[in-house]
């Protein structure tokens, strides 16, 4: 378990690129985020747009229907 934990300690010393390591997986972080959150608002907004063309569809068929209706009662 020792010599497992050395090389734990070995492999991520600041002297073998730790730090750098660290900073890539931040910025990748990071850029995953900001690509993340950009999707999201991209698949909202296309999601509402959806939605209102669907409400406008039931809306006219509902219109569609009373005017037939109304035609019918005549």
């Known amino acids: 378990m020792h010599a497992f934990l050395d090389d734990l300690a070995y492999r991520y010393s600041s002297q073998n690129g730790f730090e750098h390591m660290r900073d890539d997986f931040f910025q990748n972080w990071q850029s995953f985020q900001g690509s993340f959150e950009e999707e999201s608002g991209a698949l909202k907004q296309q999601r509402k747009e959806v939605s209102e063309e669907r409400d406008k569809i ?17």
Do not use: A, I
Not at 63 to 71: F, G, I, T, W
């Open 58 to 74: 039931h809306h006219e068929r509902v219109r569609m229907v009373n005017s037939l209706e109304d035609k019918g009662k005549h």
